[in-house]
């Protein structure tokens, strides 16, 4: 009997210490009024610390949602006719490898710098996928005008 | 010890990891938070009174989920702490708050987001109206150690941002 409690008072806390490692969520929200139309231009900034070059699964990402105009670059590469300037945010946590721990995004207008859309992606270690699915996460309620998130 | 005992003890662990999970935070900002340290590059003189405007959504509460809790953002209290915050402001660079003055500056509150990789950081995201302009501004604060502290860091981001700008402090000083 004194063998299980003691295993219980170890195993409840690893439970409860475990689950939290475990955490996932998606938050999402497009400002009233305002639209990710297919008809305008794109442009995915780049940041100079992301050697992973995730700007190109953004804009993969982006092209199989229906954008068709998406381009990527750093600032001084942004075409003229820029309507949107997309803008993300990884954040890398290491648990035994490497692992995108947040994914933000967000879409803003380039003419007022306006913020039109953002979504955000949080996996950590246990619950952790790759660029391409925490990518496409943060996008997905974007693109899913149905079940609108605030 | 019993399997009843057991199970009892599970569900309890359980229990509180759920009740945790859900909890909510609701913290308000303060309007005297003062404005993050910048650099105002208006020349010291006379300057024609200002009205600072916010025309923030007043019934918007946005959730957005932090650690093990839930945020929720009222969006007019950050517009009306970042409107107090920038009349304390502008007051200090000798100007003076007026509401019938004819120069003004629109003050709206669009976004407040938590960003949490293991510690909060809060995102707001702002219009700011100037001579029938309208500009976005994002501020860019620093991780905090507490969601409370965090809101509060983004409020002096906020206001340090608005008075650093350059379009903003063109049309105080009608050099625009």
């Given at each position: 009997m004194k063998r299980n409690f003691f295993t219980l008072f170890f195993l409840v806390p690893a439970l409860t210490v475990t689950m939290g490692?475990?955490?996932?969520?998606?938050?999402?929200?497009?400002?009233?009024?305002?639209?990710?139309?297919?008809?305008?231009?794109?442009?995915?900034?780049?940041?100079?610390?992301?050697?992973?070059?995730?700007?190109?699964?953004?804009?993969?990402?982006?092209?199989?949602?229906?954008?068709?105009?998406?381009?990527?670059?750093?600032?001084?590469?942004?075409?003229?006719?820029?309507?949107?300037?997309?803008l993300f945010e990884d954040r890398w946590m290491w648990d035994i490898t490497n692992y995108l721990l947040m994914f933000k995004v967000q879409f803003r207008d380039a003419s007022n710098n306006i913020l039109i859309a953002r979504g955000q992606s949080v996996r950590t270690s246990l619950a952790r996928k790759s660029v391409q699915i925490m990518v496409q996460e943060a996008l997905l309620g974007l693109f899913n005008t149905e079940a609108e998130e605030v | 010890m019993s399997r009843r005992m057991i199970a009892a003890l599970l569900m309890l662990a359980t229990a509180l990891l759920l009740a945790g999970c859900s909890k909510q935070v609701a913290h308000q900002p303060p309007t005297d938070i003062p404005a993050a340290p910048y650099h105002f590059d208006g020349k010291s003189g006379v300057f024609e009174p200002i009205r600072i405007e916010d025309v923030t959504d007043k019934d918007l509460i946005i959730t957005s989920p932090c650690t093990d809790k839930i945020y929720k953002a009222k969006l007019s209290a950050f517009g009306e702490a970042i409107t107090s915050t920038l009349e304390h402001e502008f007051v200090k660079n000798g100007f003076q708050i007026s509401p019938q003055a004819e120069k003004v500056i629109q003050i709206e509150v669009i976004d407040v987001a938590m960003a949490w990789p293991k510690m909060p950081r809060c995102d707001i995201d702002m219009v700011i109206g100037i001579n029938g302009q309208r500009l976005g501004l994002a501020t860019n604060a620093k991780w905090s150690t507490s969601i409370e502290k965090a809101v509060d860091a983004a409020i002096a981001d906020a206001a340090s941002r608005i008075l650093s700008n350059q379009e903003v402090i063109n049309y105080l000083l009608n050099t625009q």
């Open positions: 490692c475990s955490i996932k969520y998606t938050s999402s929200r497009i400002m009233p009024n305002a639209a990710i139309s297919p008809e305008k231009n794109y442009f995915v900034l780049c940041h100079e610390d992301d050697a992973r070059h995730i700007d190109l699964t953004l804009v993969e990402e982006m092209n199989a949602m229906g954008l068709a105009n998406v381009t990527s670059g750093f600032e001084q590469d942004m075409p003229d006719d820029t309507d949107v300037i997309v | -």
